[in-house]
């Protein structure tokens, strides 16, 4: 069993940054791969990014791609996500969430195992 426990959600100015923090209760297998997502007013949850725990892979959406960065500390069995260039179109609730056997689809919100609890990040004038 893992728990996911997110923080460092907020609000900020369009272009400034803010960093969201996934520690991790429990342990965490090499072969799991760990993930953000987001879920906006009124809208579906979507894919952010992912990183692989053994071999530090990782993906991005289109839509933060060269303005998010995902990173994972083993020791700390903690999963950052860096966030530069804030948009209003970036403002959402994230999860952080951990799929314990990861396929081919990691954008797919059904392969995930566990979830954080959710952190609000608003990016208005």
């Known amino acids: 069993q893992v728990q996911l426990v997110e923080s460092g959600g907020g609000q900020v100015q369009p272009g400034g940054s803010l960093r969201l923090s996934c520690k991790a209760f429990?342990?965490?297998?090499?072969?799991?791969?760990m993930a953000w997502f987001r879920q906006a007013p009124g809208k579906e949850r979507e894919f952010v990014a992912f990183?692989?725990?053994?071999?530090?892979?990782?993906e991005y959406a289109d839509s933060v791609s060269g303005r998010f960065n995902i990173s994972r500390d083993a020791a700390e069995n903690t999963v950052l996500l860096q966030m530069n260039n804030l948009k209003p179109g970036d403002t959402a609730v994230y999860y952080c969430?951990?799929?314990?056997?990861?396929?081919?689809?990691?954008?797919?919100?059904?392969?995930?195992?566990?979830w954080g609890q959710g952190n609000q990040v608003t990016v208005s004038l």
């Open positions: 969430a951990a799929d314990a056997y990861p396929d081919s689809t990691p954008g797919r919100i059904s392969a995930y195992d566990y």
């Open positions: 429990g342990t965490i297998y090499s072969s799991y791969r």
């Open positions: 990183v692989t725990w053994r071999n530090n892979k990782k």
